[in-house]
């Protein structure tokens, strides 16, 4: 599987953007990054998943670099419901259908 | 459009006990993936049903099986509890016809084992 680096955590003001990096330098070409969030002892939540173009929907935006090394996810407007853990995957293009966890960057929005 | 549901949503066992839980996808999902979530391990990957059978499968001891009813609904059964498996266990239903499609998490069970 393609492995991901996200910081363990990080801190975001109320209201300022939170932007949240990750590194998947051996992803391959045909693979997707995905990311989701898990607020406290809840299922974790889909945000938005990209190939190589950056991608925008009603809750974020993902930011794939060019070489598709890494990308950032944009939580333009973080509120205090944003706290929680954010995992970043590549979704392998083995067809098995699983997604593989690590271990997230815990974001902690202050007031 | 309603969401995954699982049920019991909190659960307590002792050692030796078995468990079924339960998981409905969303309407129209043919596919559901069990996650274990514990402190240690993080979230780990037990298995994927599609069209009542199993079509993955991660490296999870035989004590852990599930199966697929022809509605899409899906039960995890663990048996001979041990304290270990005290976790959360999460189901994701996707719409199953390729690896891409995007899973939508439940809100997981709680085991409790003593």
């Known amino acids: 599987d393609a492995k991901t680096t996200q910081p363990p955590s990080m801190d975001c003001a109320e209201g300022r953007a939170a932007n949240l990096p990750c590194n998947h330098s051996t992803i391959s070409g045909n693979e997707y990054v995905y990311w989701y969030r898990q607020i406290h002892s809840q299922g974790p939540q889909y945000i938005i998943h990209g190939l190589k173009n950056n991608e925008t929907n009603e809750m974020a935006s993902l930011i794939i670099t060019e070489d598709r090394k890494s990308s950032t996810l944009i939580l333009p407007h973080a509120t205090l419901r944003d706290t929680a853990v954010y995992y970043c995957i590549v979704r392998v293009a083995s067809g098995d259908y699983k997604l593989s966890f690590g271990a997230g960057t815990t974001v902690t929005v202050r007031a | 459009k309603a969401g995954v549901t699982q049920t019991p949503r909190y659960l307590i066992k002792t050692r030796g006990q078995q468990v079924t839980l339960s998981c409905s996808p969303i309407s129209g999902h043919r596919s559901v993936s069990w996650y274990q979530q514990t402190p240690g391990q993080g979230l780990q990957f037990l298995f994927e049903?599609?069209?009542?059978?199993?079509?993955n499968k991660g490296n999870f001891p035989g004590r852990f099986s599930g199966r697929q009813f022809s509605n899409s609904r899906s039960e995890m059964n663990v048996s001979t509890l041990e304290l270990g498996d005290s976790a959360l266990y999460l189901c994701?239903?996707?719409?199953?016809?390729?690896?891409?499609?995007?899973?939508?998490f439940g809100p997981g069970t709680r085991l409790t084992v003593l």
């Open positions: 994701a239903s996707s719409r199953g016809d390729h690896w891409t499609d995007t899973q939508y």
């Open positions: 049903y599609f069209s009542e059978t199993q079509r």
